[in-house]
């Protein structure tokens, strides 16, 4: 579904107008980016949660040398899918580990 087949679809089925809605949806992102750019988590029970893992530096090999290469620590954006949504989308209760 592309952007914008999912404003259509939300803004009939929240009964706003696609300007509304699609205002809507980009403070939403807005929102969430700044968040999780400030460091903090966003946990939205019913859906996941959005947040940065840190990575450390560290030593890895060039698999077609076998060379020793320095791979620098990163910071990435995460998404974790709540139990929940999980659910939903296989139909079933989630695996427990």
């Known amino acids: 579904m592309k952007q914008t087949e999912f404003i259509q679809a939300l803004s009939e089925q929240i009964n706003q107008s696609k300007k509304d809605t699609k205002a809507f949806i980009d403070a939403f992102i807005e929102l969430i980016v700044k968040t999780v750019k400030s460091g903090d988590e ?6 996941g949660k959005f947040l940065l893992k840190k990575s ?9 040398t ?3 290469v320095k791979i620098p620590a990163k910071t990435t954006p995460k998404f974790r899918p709540s139990k929940k949504f999980k659910e939903a989308l296989m139909g079933t209760p989630a695996k427990k580990k």
């Open 42 to 47: 966003v946990a939205l029970p019913d859906l």
């Open 56 to 64: 450390p530096a560290r030593e890895g090999r060039n698999p077609m």
């Open 66 to 68: 076998g060379e020793t």
